[in-house]
Nanobody, 117 residues
Framework: QVHLVESGGGLVQAGGSLRLSCAAS????????MGWYRQAPGKQRELAAA???????NYADSVKDRFTISRDNAKNTVYLQMDSLKPEDTAVYYC???????????WGQGTQVTVSS
């Protein structure tokens, strides 16, 4: 089993910052891509940010220029730096990993991010 463990969620005021971490149980080079999805109450899960094995990042339009995804290969960890947070960013954030040589994906348990107005 591959395990993904998220941390770093919490409660912040609008305009504040948080950094989420996703630690994988094996080398992140075994994943084609890793990313962060989020799901707000009553809404569909959506991709917030993703980073490929080669380091290419992409973002949802709603978070572009505010969020930054990065990775530390030595720590098998992917980060999501969230700045200028807005109330609409409130959601459960899930780490996702796409295997290189098999179908499907792995998911973490999620971490709650709440932004107050």
């Amino acid at each position: 089993q591959v395990h993904l463990v998220e941390s770093g969620g919490g409660l912040v005021q609008a305009g504040g910052s948080l950094r989420l971490s996703c630690a994988a149980s094996r080398s992140i080079f075994s994943f084609n891509a890793m990313g962060w999805y989020r799901q707000a109450p009553g809404k569909q899960r959506e991709l917030a940010a993703a980073i490929s094995n080669r380091g290419r990042a992409n973002y949802a339009d709603s978070v572009k220029d505010r969020f930054t995804i990065s990775r530390d290969n030595a720590k098998n960890t992917v980060y999501l730096q969230m700045d200028s947070l807005k109330p609409e960013d409130t959601a459960v954030y899930y780490c996702n990993a796409e295997p290189l040589y098999s179908s499907g994906a792995y998911w973490g348990q999620g971490t709650q991010v709440t932004v107050s107005s």
